[in-house]
C-alpha cells in the first residue's frame, strides 16, 4: 500500500510541475491577440489608403503604402510564438504582407513606365492577396476563438 502513495504522490508532484511550466507560457488567447493586433493594423492601413481616392492614385502613393506595410511585416516576424498552428498563421500573415509590398512596388514601377499590362497584373495579385488575407483572418478567428 506504500508503494502506491509513494507512485501517487510523484504523479502529483510531476503535474504539478508540469502545470507551473505549462502556466509560465504565454497563453493560445495571448499569442493570438499578438498576431491578430499586427495584421488589424495592416488591415487598416489598406482600409484607409482604399478610403482616400485622392492618395490611392499614382506610384507614389503606391510606394508610400508599401513602406508603411514594411514596419508591420518585420513586427509579425518577430513575435515570439510558440503555438505552431499560430505559428503558420504568423508565417502566411509574413508572407502575404512580403507579396503585398512586392506588388505595391512592381505597380509603382509599372505605372512609372506606362506599363498598363503589368500595373494590371500586379492589381490581379493584389487582389488575390486580399482574397488569402480573408482566409487567413477567417482561419486564426476561428482558432483563436475555440471553433
Known amino acids: 500500500m506504500q508503494h502506491g ?3 501517487s504522490f510523484i504523479l502529483s508532484i510531476t503535474t504539478a510541475i508540469a502545470l507551473l511550466f505549462v502556466s509560465c507560457g504565454e497563453s493560445k488567447v495571448a499569442q493570438c491577440n499578438k498576431i491578430i493586433k499586427v495584421a488589424n493594423q495592416a488591415s487598416t492601413l489598406g482600409q484607409e489608403f482604399g478610403k482616400n481616392p485622392n492618395q490611392s492614385k499614382g506610384s507614389k502613393a503606391l510606394t508610400e503604402l508599401a513602406q508603411k506595410i514594411d ?3 518585420q513586427q ?9 498552428k499560430l505559428q503558420g498563421f504568423q508565417g ?9 509590398i512586392k506588388e505595391l512596388n ?4 509599372a505605372i512609372d ?3 498598363s499590362s503589368a500595373a494590371k497584373n500586379s492589381l490581379v495579385s493584389l487582389q488575390k ?11 486564426i478567428n476561428s482558432y483563436c476563438s475555440g471553433k
Open 5 to 7: 502513495l509513494k507512485q
Open 71 to 73: 514596419p508591420l511585416a
Open 76 to 84: 509579425m516576424k518577430a513575435l515570439e510564438i510558440k503555438d505552431e
Open 92 to 100: 502566411r500573415f509574413l508572407k502575404l504582407y512580403q507579396d503585398i
Open 106 to 109: 512592381n505597380a509603382a514601377t
Open 113 to 115: 513606365k506606362k506599363n
Open 129 to 139: 492577396s486580399g482574397q488569402e488575407e480573408n482566409s487567413i483572418v477567417s482561419e
